[in-house]
């Protein structure tokens, strides 16, 4: 029954994630926590804890200031808050486990479940419509990343108990629904992040002469894609299909998250900025602080980014944003240089697992596991905002394998 309830537990945070709610997925690993709570933590995982404990308390120096009024200051306490309590509750459930493999196995037999609904809501959807990319991503889904991490663990992991399943062919036959289910999300984040994390698990992306053959392959095959996507241009296709407008927000990837532009903020014709909204947000941050002089600490917990106009965003009209796509100005407008420095050695800490020697095979898989969990926080950083985004799977894989790799023989 025990063994049951720690299981149920561990789905009930991998909905509670797909359902991209900061409070559904909160109070889940909060109740999961306080149910598995034992107060003994690893050496790794009790040094990510700290520093992003320390990171909560520069952003509660925002008390002092209320800026968002005590609303405000409790959301950003929460928002902060819940990565470390999906990690701790991860990692408390997988030390209640008998059988501690069945963690990467939940996880994958998940990504089965969504991809197979996936599929299914397209194929009674396409019966009804016939969406360009946009309405398709509407209709069926922009990501998700439950799938997109059970696809890492079927593609490394080779002791997953699922692979060792007598139904050979509905395993092949899941694992394609994930593939297809994947792609057909249509997202540029996603399929970085997959290869990213592929790529740091195998060992290529490791500071050595393995990792700059890589790399230079990377460049030389990115600086080809990039030499494609320029002469590339979508307004010469005269039908447009999916895989066109793919590539047109492919091709505008750069631009809309690093170059913002001089915008009048009183004009009433806004479409040229809605492509450049996430560089235009952060190019804002950065000039916020710098006026209010809060490189240091930054604007603290309940503070704002003004956009200078009304938007609506989630049903609801806003000018003073509490948050901001890119990761990194977000780490920066809350909790300033020193917050960065600790976010930053929160991936460092991750990464320099590619580097510790391991006692075994097993050993050895859970510490390429932390790489790729410390690549994946570092690319979903760059383009929304990294642990704090409500249906990240950074803190659950991370937690879950600090387990794992505590009782690896």
């Not at 930053?344 to 898989?365: D, E, P």
Request: aromatic share 14%.
């Amino acid at each position: 029954m025990n063994q049951l309830l720690t299981k149920s537990g561990l789905v009930a945070m991998i909905l509670a994630l797909w359902a991209e709610s900061v409070e559904l997925s909160f109070v889940v690993a909060l109740v999961v926590l306080l149910w598995h709570f034992n107060g003994r933590l690893s050496k790794g995982l009790s040094q990510m804890a700290m520093l992003i404990l320390a990171l909560i308390a520069i952003g509660s120096l925002g008390l002092l200031s209320m800026q968002a009024g005590l609303y405000g200051f409790v959301k950003d306490l929460v928002y902060f808050l819940r990565p470390l309590t999906v990690l701790l509750a991860t990692y408390y459930s997988v030390q209640r486990l008998d059988r501690k493999e069945d963690f990467y196995n939940l996880i994958v037999l998940a990504g089965f479940g969504f991809a197979l609904f996936h599929l299914l809501d397209i194929g009674v959807g396409l019966l009804r419509y016939k969406p360009n990319l946009q309405k398709f991503r509407e209709l069926f889904g922009k990501l998700n990343h439950v799938e997109m991490v059970a696809l890492f663990l079927v593609t490394c992991v080779k002791t997953l108990p699922v692979k060792k399943s007598r139904f050979k062919i509905i395993y092949q036959l899941c694992v394609a629904a994930l593939v297809f289910s994947f792609l057909l999300y249509f997202s540029r984040t996603m399929i970085v992040v997959f290869f990213l994390m592929v790529l740091a698990y195998k060992g290529y992306l490791k500071l050595n002469a393995r990792g700059a053959v890589m790399l230079s392959i990377l460049a030389i095959v990115g600086a080809g894609f990039v030499f494609f996507l320029d002469q590339y241009d979508p307004a010469q296709v005269k039908e447009p299909t999916v895989a066109s407008r793919f590539l047109e927000k492919v091709k505008n990837s750069y631009t809309e998250a690093f170059e913002p532009i001089k915008f009048d903020r009183y004009r009433l014709d806004r479409r040229e900025l809605w492509p450049r909204w996430r560089a235009y947000e952060a190019s804002l941050v950065l000039e916020e602080v710098d006026q209010e002089r809060k490189w240091v600490q930054g604007k603290g917990f309940g503070s704002t980014v003004d956009v200078g106009f009304e938007v609506r965003l989630n049903g609801e009209l806003m000018q003073h944003l509490p948050t901001v796509h890119n990761g990194i100005t977000y780490v920066y407008m809350k909790t300033g240089l020193l917050g960065l420095l600790l976010y930053g050695s929160i991936i460092l800490l991750l990464y320099l697992h590619s580097y510790r020697q391991a006692s075994s095979q097993r050993t050895k898989q859970y510490h390429n596991v932390l790489v790729a969990v410390g690549l994946y926080m570092l690319a979903a950083s760059m383009v929304v905002t990294g642990i704090f985004k409500p249906y990240m799977m950074i803190c659950y894989l991370a937690g879950g394998t600090f387990a794992l790799k505590q009782y690896a023989p």
